[in-house]
């Protein structure tokens, strides 16, 4: 399992690019200095911050999903 942070990035990153901190940010309500503060240490991951980038991902993928179907090749 990722730490917390490892995970926000994980999610982030591949969701949005290269603006990935602003985006997450607006998207689990958090201003992009709370982003950047767990990026660095500064502050812990919420609870609730980490469970919204979860559905936002899961979201996602069930979105790409249906765009194509599975391709199990």
């Not at 999610?11 to 503060?37: C, F, M, N, S």
């Amino acid at each position: 399992m990722l730490a917390a942070v490892a995970e926000i990035r994980a999610i982030g990153e591949p969701l949005y690019g290269t603006r990935w901190t602003a985006e997450l940010a607006w998207d689990v309500g958090k201003d992009t200095r709370q982003v950047r503060r767990w990026l660095s240490g500064e502050a812990a991951v919420s609870e609730r911050a980490l469970s919204w980038a979860r559905k936002l991902a899961r979201r996602r993928a069930r979105q790409i999903d249906a765009l194509g179907g599975r391709d199990d090749d």
